[in-house]
C-alpha cells in the first residue's frame, strides 16, 4: 500500500485546509485510515482516525469540534478537513493506513498502523 498525503501550507490563524491521503496498491486489506502530526524535537502524535467497519471515528481532545476526518470509497481517499486552525496546529501531518492484525491495536496508537505516507507541512501563522 503506497500512501500520498497532500494539502498543506500556510493558512493564517482560524483559517482552514483540507489535507489528502491517496491510496494505492494492495488496498482491499486496508480497513482504517489515521492522521498523525509531529514537531520538530517531539514525538508523532496521533490527530484523527477513521475505521472502515461502522464507520467509527476518531479525534485527539485538542481538535475536537475543529477536524473533521472523513473518506471516499471510490477514490481511495481520506480527507482531514481542519477549520480554525491554530499556531499550534502547525507541523509535518501523516497519513497511515492499518490492515487486519491478530491482536487489535486502538486506532489512537501509532502501531495500529502499516502503511505510511510521506507527510505534509501546515504552517499557522499570522
Known amino acids: 500500500v503506497q500512501l500520498q498525503a497532500s494539502g498543506g501550507g500556510l493558512v493564517q490563524p482560524g483559517g482552514s485546509l483540507r489535507l489528502s491521503c491517496a491510496a494505492s496498491?494492495?488496498?482491499?486489506?486496508?480497513?482504517?485510515m489515521g492522521w498523525f502530526r509531529q514537531t520538530p524535537g517531539k514525538e508523532r502524535v496521533f490527530v484523527s482516525a477513521?475505521?472502515?467497519?461502522?464507520?467509527?471515528?476518531y479525534y485527539a481532545d485538542s481538535v475536537k469540534g475543529r477536524f473533521t476526518i472523513s473518506r471516499d470509497n471510490a477514490k481511495n481517499t481520506v480527507y482531514l478537513q481542519m477549520n480554525n486552525l491554530k499556531p499550534e496546529d502547525t507541523a509535518v501531518y501523516y497519513c497511515?493506513?492499518?490492515?487486519?492484525?491478530?491482536?487489535?491495536?486502538?486506532?489512537?496508537?501509532?502501531?495500529?498502523?502499516?502503511?505510511w505516507g510521506q507527510g505534509t507541512l501546515v504552517t499557522v501563522s499570522s
Open positions: 497511515a493506513a492499518r490492515v487486519p492484525r491478530p491482536q487489535s491495536v486502538p486506532s489512537t496508537k501509532m502501531d495500529a498502523y502499516s502503511y
Open positions: 496498491g494492495r488496498t482491499f486489506n486496508v480497513n482504517g
Open positions: 477513521i475505521q472502515w467497519s461502522g464507520v467509527r471515528l
